[in-house]
């Protein structure tokens, strides 16, 4: 049986961290991109990061890029986000899912659409708050 969980999530001040962790059974990590996503209160699920099985190629949105890294411990079959310099707007339930690549082509095109994954986690909450 395959599962994804997801841990690490909690409560953190703004510009504070946090790392959250997608820890896998009944499958290999490894052979399979893995992607980030979030679903804020009232507002859609939006992928957030992507790492690649094959180079560990990354792609992340706009709004996260220099703040987030996306990385993967194949010995642990695990992937991480490390998320710095929070903010409030990040705050959502955070999951982790597999696909088999991260989008198409050289950049990766669509990798943020989640009906290209396949596994769930039940996801993990981050609020960011004062």
């Known amino acids: 049986q395959v599962q994804l969980v997801e841990s690490g999530g909690g409560l953190v001040q703004p510009g504070g961290s946090l790392r959250l962790s997608c820890a896998a059974s009944g499958l290999t990590l490894a052979n399979y991109a893995i992607g980030w996503f979030r679903q804020a209160p009232g507002k859609e699920r939006e992928g957030v990061s992507c790492?690649?099985?094959?180079?560990?190629?990354?792609y992340n949105i706009d709004s996260v890029e220099g703040r987030f890294t996306i990385s993967r411990d194949n010995a642990k079959n695990t992937v991480y986000l490390r998320m710095n310099i929070l903010k409030p707007e990040d705050t959502a339930v955070y999951y982790c899912?597999?696909?088999?690549?991260?989008?198409?082509?050289?950049?990766?095109?669509?990798?943020?659409?989640?009906?290209?994954?396949?596994?769930w986690g039940q996801g993990t909450q981050v609020t960011v708050s004062s």
């Open positions: 899912a597999t696909s088999e690549a991260c989008g198409r082509g050289q950049y990766g095109s669509g990798w943020y659409r989640s009906e290209r994954y396949d596994y």
């Open positions: 790492i690649s099985s094959t180079d560990s190629s990354t």
